[in-house]
Every structure is written in structure tokens, then in C-alpha cells.
């Protein structure tokens, strides 16, 4: 059987003549699966599931493992897949002779095993499912009859997926918590001049040093639960929210949603922040600090809590504030907006980007293996990737060729994802930034207009009507 190599070569060089020719991929057909150059590129559903399931003498590339299991919730729901698997890789071996079944499934066990080892490392999210338990606890059992070092084997697979669904929820928990937390201090916070904060950041952690390396915490940790299949999910949720019966829901994208809510609440805090001081030079020493922390961030790869504070200084309410800017040498913040600027599709930060995937590569600290993308503009480039091409050919073929190149980038994310963060970590300042109230966008208004009055009658107006809507609902 062919291999299934990812990424078919476009041009070859002949030796033979003096410059590079264009090369025809030889196009091939095997049981439903269509290759280019040997690179498997389509096929039709039934076969690509068969392309999966291990026999005596095969047994699937792991990156055709990884592309397939990622992708397939497109076209069927993963409890589906398992029960097509759990067949398939039974009932094939299947005769009229009890010991040669014995035989043949004690050579095909290991097999199994290993396959299942693949699906629920790295898709554990899917057993969640009772469905999906209710399969492997089937293909334990029939294990059980045929190989008793298989069936011990898949115990142990079981339960380090059951730790990880625990590890699992007790994140959930915690950030039900966290958020709950949040609000509960925010109630006691309406407009700056109704409150006065007993803390601020600068009084729990004034090294904009320290703060990246808590903010590169926050960051790891919560990348490390978002499932590569929630990225597929993604891709379908807008279509199926409004239907409850689907078996994309929001629940699977709940990892990737409270990411992009962490990105918003640090945009916002650092804005509450530099808009909370009265004084005009705490405000500076607030701001300066917060540009020291995003270059900070820079530094250490972590992108993603680099946009979020830039993001927060760059809101109307802090870029406003002329005579707090006044106070700051702001040719550290210009750089770094550089280094963001979204001109020509973020090529600076696609420049910056491949630079820390090269030091992680070659990485001879844990330090330098860190690399936290953009996140938003991560999950744009996968949107567009899923956009730019159908899942299904005109032949009814699934479009494995896209496929590849989607599970190349989530495959990146994921090597990104496994990093160890090397940092102390500060609990104070990691309870600070997680919990702490934030303003609303009113009230980032109001707080501003109160920093430095308005400069106008529309915004005299404007900071009028606020003081009365907010203090009405005090």
C-alpha cells in the first residue's frame, strides 16, 4: 500500500539537465483512495476509514492518524467512527474457526492498542462521550479473549485518559470560579470616583520582568487544554449553534472560547489599569510599566499577551489621555506596534513568529521552547484554510490534500502547546490578574473623561450622560 506522506512534491529537479522542470504528479488509484506522487490526497469516506484500521500486517501512519482523526468530525461524529472502527477491526478477522479468531486477533491486539494509544492522547476530549467509553470498554473486552498483555495494555490507556477527563473538569471548575470571582468584585467597582482601589498592579508586582513571565503562565496553561479537534469544531460552529441536536456544540469550542475571553479581560485590565490613577504621573508610571511588560513578552515568544496589551493601550479611552502619553517615552511602544502592525496580513509578526519557532527548534533552554501565537489570528488563518477549498470533491471524495495542510498547522500549535513553562510563579500576581475588576467600556469612558476632562461639548455631553446611566445603576 502506498504511503500516505503528507506533502506531495510539486517540482523535482532533473540532474541530468541544467535547471529545475516542472514535474507531472503521476496520479494513482487503490481501493477508493486517489495519490499524487504517492501522497494520498483523497478518498471516499469508506476508505479512508478503512485506511485506518490496522491489520496483521498494517498499520496507519501516525501523521495519517493525526490528519484523519482531526478532520473526520466533519463528516461523521466520533462516536460514529468509533463504532465503524470497533467493527471493523473485529469482524474483519473474523472466521468459522474459534482458535484461528484467537490467533488472528492475539496478532492484531497489539495493533489496536496502539491505534486506540494515538486516538485518546490525543484526542481525549472525545471520550467525553459516554458513547466513545462504552467502545473501548467493547474493545477491552474482546481483547480480554484473545491477548491478556493487549487487554492490560488498553487498561492502562483507559486510565490515563480518565485522569486527564478529571484534570479536564477541574479546569472547567476552576474557570467558572475565576469568572464568578470576577464578577462578584465588580458590582463593588461602577466609575472611578465611586471607588478607591486598595490595589493596584504596581503595588503586587512592579517588574515588568516577573508580570510577563506570570502572564507567560496564564498563557501555557490555558493552551494546554484547548484540543485540536475544537479548532474543527470551530470551522462548523457558527452553522450548528442553533441546533441543539448537532454533535458540533459549543461545548466542544469551550477551551478556545475561554482563551479568546482571557485575550479581552487582559486588554481590558491593563486599560483599567492606566485609566484608575488620578494622578497623572501614576498613570505614566502605569502605562510605561505595561510597555516594559509587552517587550518583556516579546522576548519570551508570547505573542498572544503582547497583542492583549497592546490592544488595551491602543482602546480610546487610554489613547486619549494626551497628557499621560506626554509623560512617556514612547519609543519602546512604537516598536512593538511595529512589530504588530497588521500591514501586509501581520508580515512583521509572521517575520517575528518564524523566528521563535526557529529558537524553538533549536532550543537548548526550556526558556527559549516557548512560543504563545497570536491566537485570533491563528484561528483566522485555519478559518480561511477551511474556506479556501471544499471538504468534499466533485467525485464526492473527501479533500484529504487540504486536510494535510490543516493538520500541519495544528500540529505546530500542538509541539507549541507541550512546552513547559520554566517560570516561578508569583501566586499573588497570578490571583491579581486573573480575578481583579475591570471596567466596562462605559466606564473606561467615564474613567478617562475623569483622568482628563473633555476637550469638547460632545464630550461633555458624552461624560455627562455616563455619570448619569452609571450611577444609575449603582
Request: glycine share 4%; hydrophobic share 35%; net charge positive.
Amino acid at each position: 500500500m502506498p504511503q500516505t506522506t503528507p506533502f506531495a512534491a510539486k517540482f523535482r529537479h532533473d540532474p541530468y539537465t541544467r535547471s529545475s522542470t516542472r514535474y507531472q504528479p503521476v496520479e494513482t488509484h487503490y481501493g477508493g483512495l486517489c495519490y499524487h506522487d504517492n501522497s494520498l490526497v483523497s478518498g471516499s469516506l469508506e476508505a479512508l476509514i478503512q485506511h485506518l484500521v490496522p491489520t496483521v500486517d498494517y498499520f496507519p501512519d501516525r501523521s495519517y492518524i493525526f490528519t484523519f482523526l482531526l478532520s473526520s468530525r466533519l463528516f461523521l461524529p466520533p462516536f460514529d467512527l468509533m463504532s465503524r472502527v470497533c467493527y471493523l477491526c473485529l469482524e474483519q478477522h473474523r472466521t468459522s474457526d474459534p482458535q484461528i479468531d484467537k490467533r488472528r486477533m492475539r496478532e492484531i491486539a497489539p495493533k489496536i492498542v496502539q491505534l486506540l494509544t494515538e486516538w485518546t492522547e490525543t484526542f481525549p476530549y472525545d471520550f467525553r462521550d459516554e458513547r466513545m467509553m462504552q467502545g473501548l470498554k467493547e474493545l477491552t473486552h474482546r481483547l480480554a479473549l484473545g491477548d491478556e498483555l493487549s487487554r492490560r495494555a488498553l487498561q492502562r490507556v483507559t486510565q490515563r485518559l480518565l485522569r486527564k477527563l478529571t484534570t479536564l473538569s477541574q479546569y472547567e471548575e476552576f474557570l467558572v470560579t475565576t469568572s464568578s470571582v470576577g464578577m462578584e468584585k465588580l458590582t463593588a467597582q461602577k466609575a472611578k470616583q465611586q471607588s478607591v482601589r486598595r490595589e493596584d498592579v504596581l503595588s503586587l508586582c512592579s517588574d515588568p520582568f516577573v508580570m510577563a513571565q506570570q502572564l507567560t503562565h496564564i498563557e501555557m496553561e490555558r493552551l494546554s487544554y484547548i484540543g485540536p479537534e475544537e479548532f474543527v469544531h470551530a470551522f462548523t460552529h457558527k452553522s450548528t449553534q442553533d441546533n441543539s441536536k448537532g454533535f458540533l456544540n459549543k461545548r466542544k469550542t469551550g477551551n478556545i472560547e475561554a482563551y479568546v475571553e482571557w485575550f479581552n479581560r487582559l486588554s481590558y485590565l491593563v486599560a483599567t489599569e492606566i485609566c484608575t490613577p488620578v494622578k497623572k504621573k501614576n498613570r505614566a508610571c502605569v502605562l510605561e510599566f505595561f510597555i516594559d511588560v509587552a517587550r518583556e513578552c516579546f522576548n519570551i515568544g508570547n505573542f498572544n499577551s503582547l497583542m492583549a496589551i497592546i490592544t488595551g493601550m491602543n482602546m480610546s479611552p487610554v489613547s486619549r489621555l494626551k497628557k499621560t502619553w506626554s509623560k512617556v517615552n514612547t519609543d519602546k511602544f512604537d516598536i512593538l506596534e511595529h512589530q504588530m502592525d497588521p500591514s501586509g496580513n501581520f508580515y512583521n509578526y509572521r517575520t517575528a513568529l518564524q523566528g521563535a519557532t526557529h529558537r524553538c527548534l533549536t532550543a537548548q533552554t526550556s526558556r527559549e521552547k516557548i512560543v504563545i501565537p497570536f491566537f485570533s489570528l491563528f484561528i483566522k488563518d485555519l478559518y480561511f484554510l477551511n474556506e479556501g477549498s471544499a471538504s468534499r470533491l466533485p467525485n464526492g471524495h473527501i479533500n484529504f490534500e487540504k486536510f494535510w495542510e490543516l493538520a500541519k498547522q495544528v500540529s505546530e500549535f500542538l509541539s507549541w502547546r507541550l512546552a513547559a513553562c520554566p517560570f516561578e510563579r508569583d501566586r499573588k500576581t497570578l490571583q491579581y490578574v486573573l480575578s481583579a475588576p475591570i471596567f466596562s467600556d462605559d466606564e473606561l469612558q467615564l474613567a478617562s473623561y475623569e483622568s482628563e476632562g473633555p476637550e469638547n461639548n460632545m464630550e461633555r455631553d458624552t461624560r455627562r450622560s455616563l455619570r448619569s446611566s452609571l450611577h444609575s445603576r449603582a
